[in-house]
DNA sequence: TTGACCACCGACCGATCGGACGGTATTAGC
DNA sequence: GCTAATACCGTCCGATCGGTCGGTGGTCAA
């Protein structure tokens, strides 16, 4: 009989813990060994859940990507017009940055080291394929607000450049950015501060001039 | 007497060599037998010029901060009216990033590492300084727009943040920039067309009404 | 009781890591 | 000619790297 209490299965502690550790010091930063020590196991058993380090990499990788793959999918699906959809797209998205400490580090991480690490993993693909269908579901949204001219005609790759360098950068950016606010750059107020600043130069930046009508401020997503 | 054609010092030819490596992959992922084949040295030579494979590092990552600070310093000396100084000191810091196709990498990445990468060498305590130089300058900047009423009130943390995300997270994104615009982040024409839709994006979302007239646009800045 | 499967382990492997050390060739100043 | 400094090199070191291998103890079905 299965334990009542919150068990969580060692591949899933090896994980949380190497999410951890490559978040701060990258792929090429961490060893195995280490990875074993935080989770409270051996390095051989590392191989038994995963066959090389590569992989484990992109479990951890995938595992956040499926996160905000789901999170903000769900946040479209919920309808209403397209500056709706897209005020809760952003504030889903925060929200989860806000709520993964590790997940804009690692993705911003990830991007920069699979120039090399680019393998044909089963594992790797779907990363591939995941961080398509999460640029693909905004793209579209951003086209139909185009067209229906609501939002400013833009070029669509750079406003999703500016959507990760003002979203994941921001999250990512550590004792850097601590030190510009002068604290965590998760408190709730500060994270509530962020999705705020990032709509609001979204609305005067990118919404054409008979869209933009209340930008009602401090009304942000569900949580954070 | 010294050679009339361009004579390069073994210092600055392993920095070279270093900046290009760091910038693909981290501090932790380049080895000093790697950079010692790319400059044509014995491992043991790099030790002669750098004491510590730390402070190559260091002034690897010091070296692009000197010349992103020294470069838009100049811009912002000419002199002009706030949003002049603003709409310059952006093309400038682009142009300079485009110019050194590893520079938004290694920064970003320098931001991610130095978290633990933290000493007190001369080096590091020079690239802090010139960071702080760097966003001093620009912080002032903002304010005076603010005061002057020509900028909208926004937190200037949040600013600095945005301009980051804006500009060295695009040419940081590598191949993964790369894929969706299809083609190097690098060609002049691409290059010029971020620093118009960062200016546009910036105009719209940060100028006050009154201050927002004729937006330019593809009239940008010195070079690239 | 047996055998298959599972999670896990210690010991070990060749390779590579940052770095120390001693030595050599060249140059400049005396 | 001697000395000092500079630039460079080969060799060696202890530690750590990713990964393999041969186990061990436990569980469950036959």
Redo the contacts with the bound molecule.
């Keep these: 009989m299965r334990a009542a209490v919150i068990e969580i ?3 899933d502690k090896i994980l949380d813990a190497a999410e951890d550790l490559f978040s701060r010091r990258g792929f ?1 930063g ?5 990875v ?1 020590d935080a989770v ?6 590392l ?3 995963f ?6 990499y992109a479990a951890v990788v995938g595992r956040i990507l499926d996160i905000i793959d789901q999170r903000t999918m769900a946040a479209l699906a919920i309808g209403g017009d397209v500056l709706t959809r897209f005020d809760r797209w952003l504030d889903t998205l925060m929200d989860t940055l806000a709520e993964h400490h590790n997940a804009g580090r690692l993705l911003l991480r990830s991007l920069f080291e699979d120039d090399e690490l680019n393998g044909t993993s089963a594992e790797e693909r779907h990363v591939d394929e995941t961080i398509k269908h999460v640029f693909g579901a905004v793209s579209r949204l951003l086209q139909e607000g185009m067209q229906a001219g609501v939002l400013r005609k833009r070029s669509i790759p750079h406003v999703l450049q500016s959507l990760v360098g003002l979203t994941v950068y921001h999250f990512a950016s550590g004792e850097f950015g601590e030190e510009m606010f002068g604290q965590s750059l998760f408190t709730p107020q500060l994270v509530r501060h962020r999705k705020d600043e990032v709509k609001a130069l979204l609305h005067d930046g990118l919404m054409s001039g008979r869209a933009r009508v209340t930008t009602k401020r401090g009304k942000g997503g569900s949580e954070s």
């Design positions: 299965g060692s591949r090429a961490i060893g195995m060994r280490e074993a409270g196991l051996s390095k051989s058993s191989f038994h859940h066959s090389s380090k590569a992989e484990l």
